[in-house]
């Protein structure tokens, strides 16, 4: 019931493409959906989230979309550049419970010059 | 302003020893939890402090343990260390009202040989 699914494990784009890195959840009670950007030799920053009173969210160049009875999430990154090259983690909580996250299993994210 | 601050930033144990992790939280956060990343893997939740006491634990075994001083830094041990506690330890602060405001460490790696 706390598991986080994932995919794709790896993702290569070209330069200017979307990248599109989808999750399940399983358990219901998840109220906060953050995706996390990490690269070699740092730890997760924080780069985009949503709850799940809506159905899309957007900065910038990146948007999650959910869906609430499927149980999914995803995101897409528009315009991909080759900076964007790094792991990127799903995560999920329950925020009445405090700040434990659930992660997903990682997508190692590569754009081609 | 400093975010989440951790020593040492790697380390090396053989199988048996005790190790020590520290960790100073973001100025301003009031809890520390703490993640094990495996390679290649997604952050496993380990255990948060809030107020110097132990206010959630994942499954992790009891020679993982910690301690939260009243400045907020806070330290993990691991005692009886295996070669499979080899891994990226995550420190992350907060408020603890919210996950919104989760700032991760760049981690303590460890290697058991």
């Known amino acids: 019931q706390q598991q986080v699914k994932q995919s794709p494990q790896s993702l290569i784009v070209q330069k200017g493409g979307i990248s599109i890195i989808n999750c399940a959840y399983e358990n219901t009670a998840f109220d906060y959906f953050p995706w996390y950007q990490q690269f070699p030799g740092k730890g997760p920053a924080l780069l985009i989230a949503?709850?799940?009173?809506?159905s899309e969210k957007k900065e910038g160049r990146f948007t999650i979309s959910f869906n609430k009875s499927a149980k999914q999430f995803s995101l897409h990154i528009m315009d991909s550049q080759p900076g964007d090259s790094a792991t990127y983690f799903c995560?999920?909580?329950?925020?009445?419970?405090?700040?434990?996250?659930?992660f997903g299993e990682g997508t190692q994210l590569t754009v081609n010059p | 302003d400093a975010g989440v601050t951790q020593s040492p930033t790697h380390l090396i144990k053989t199988r048996g020893q005790q190790v020590t992790l520290r960790c100073s939280p973001k100025?301003?956060?009031?809890?520390v939890s703490w993640y094990q990343q495996a390679l290649g893997q997604g952050p496993q939740f380990i255990f948060q402090?809030?107020?110097?006491?132990?206010?959630q634990r994942g499954n992790f075994p009891d020679r993982f343990s910690g301690h939260q001083f009243p400045n907020y830094s806070s330290e993990l041990n691991v005692n009886a260390l295996l070669l499979g506690d080899s891994a990226l330890y995550l420190c992350a602060s907060s408020l603890i009202q919210g996950t919104y405001g989760y700032t991760f460490g760049s981690g303590t790696r460890l290697t058991v040989v």
């Open positions: 402090y809030y107020e110097e006491e132990e206010r």
């Open positions: 949503i709850r799940p009173d809506v």
């Open positions: 995560a999920a909580s329950r925020e009445t419970s405090g700040s434990r996250l659930t």
């Open positions: 100025s301003g956060h009031d809890t």
